[in-house]
């Protein structure tokens, strides 16, 4: 179930991040985020994380031109942007939507990975928060 953009205003990104979602280990090839990618035409953002420690995020853009597989896909992985789960919930929403990939990994102030923020197609709400 999605929330509504619009009754978010009062809200944090913590009331509306998606708690269910998959990390790829910060060790994973070019090749393991391909594949993680191929496995859902939803997939929009892979997240990488040690110990559930943020370590990057990538979209299946940024792989283009890749040439090596088995290439550590962490050197192609962005550090940021990401936003704090007590952020306003209309900053996770404007910094989500200011990409294609329509996500922004949420990460507290000790670099824990604690979900994600994913707008849906119609970018009239946040995927995965009741």
């Known amino acids: 179930m999605a929330r509504h953009v619009d009754d978010a ?3 944090t990104v913590a009331d509306v991040v998606h708690k269910h979602f998959n990390v790829l280990a910060a060790g994973a090839t070019v090749a393991d985020v391909r594949a993680w990618f191929a496995a859902s035409p939803h997939r929009r953002m892979a ?15 940024d792989l283009d031109g890749v040439a090596d ?6 050197g192609y992985a962005h550090d940021g ?3 704090s789960p007590d952020a306003p919930a209309q900053l996770g ?9 329509r996500r922004v990994p949420v990460v507290d102030a000790d670099g824990t ?5 994913a707008i849906t197609a119609d970018m009239a709400g946040f995927c995965g928060a009741a």
Not at 69 to 74: D, E, G, T
């Open 93 to 101: 929403y404007s910094t989500a939507t200011s990409t294609d990939a």
């Open 47 to 61: 997240l990488l994380a040690e110990e559930g420690r943020y370590a990057g995020s990538l979209t299946l853009n």
């Open 81 to 83: 942007p990401t936003v």
């Open 69 to 74: 597989p088995q290439a550590p896909a962490a």
């Open 113 to 117: 990975l604690l979900g994600i923020v």
């Open 9 to 11: 205003a009062e809200l």
